[in-house]
Structure formats: C-alpha cells, structure tokens
C-alpha cells in the first residue's frame, strides 16, 4: 500500500503507530511516503502487512473505517488480484488479510464470513453469531 491508498484513515493510521510504538519518537504530520530502498538503510522503518493486520483490528482503526471506505478496500485487493497472481504480501495472501466488512463493523478473514442473509437464505439474523459482509458492502 502507499499514502495513496485512499481507503485508510492516515490520521488513525499515525496515531496506530504512535499508541504501538515500543520506543516513541516524534512523527511528522504528514509521516508516509512511498517506498524507496534507500530508506532502510538510513532507519526509516516500513509498516508492513503484518503490522497492517493488526491495525485493522484495533479499536483505533475501525471507528475510522466507514462502508465507502471497505468498499475502496475490496475494490483495492481485487484490482491487486486481477495484477498479481499469485497475490502476495510480505509472504502472505489474500486469505490472510481481513478485509471484509461485517454486520458488527469488523473485519473479518474470507473464510470466516458468509455473505448476507438474502443471497443464503433466512438463517442468519443480526443477533445471530454468524458472521455476515454488511449488507450495505454490496449497495
């Protein structure tokens, strides 16, 4: 992902880091760039997909993240798909991303959701513990 990637909140993103930093420093404002090999070497750290995961779970992240916005997100990884194939990021694949959406507001791995209860039928309800994609995902 680069600081173009419009579905993350860069704000929350920040202050992610800055809550999960083990040795605070000051961040600039503005603190993401695009990557450029020559940056590691002088200590620029990368924030990688592994750190990406645990940002989309956190309670700082996902008020932030509106249903635009995990549309964006599919739109973004299956736009990635139809590029690479096999998909990977930093050693890991799609399925090991949780990108979608679900009717609690949290994202959740491929295989551990069911699409909503129109298209499988009446069993699920929003109380229910099943894990449904929000409806409004394919509004």
């Known amino acids: 992902m680069s600081k173009a990637t ?21 961040y600039d404002d503005s603190p993401f760039i ?10 620029v750290r990368e924030f990688t997909w592994k750190e990406c995961i645990a940002m ?8 932030t993240h509106s249903i635009e916005n995990n549309q964006q997100m599919i739109g973004y990884f299956y736009s990635k798909c139809l590029k690479d194939q096999p998909m990977i990021f930093d050693g890991m694949s799609l399925l090991d991303i949780p990108f979608l959406l679900d009717q609690h507001h949290h994202l959740q791995l491929i295989k551990d ?25 394919f509004n």
Do not use: C, W
């Open 34 to 43: 695009d990557y450029d090999s020559n940056l590691h070497q002088i200590g």
């Open 6 to 26: 419009s579905f993350i909140d860069i704000n929350a993103m920040r202050e992610y880091i800055i809550e999960n930093e083990k040795s605070f420093h000051h």
């Open 56 to 63: 989309f779970r956190s309670e700082k992240f996902l008020p």
């Open 113 to 137: 959701i069911y699409f909503p209860a129109e298209t499988i039928g009446e069993s699920g309800t929003p109380d229910s513990e099943d894990l449904f994609v929000h409806q409004r995902i």
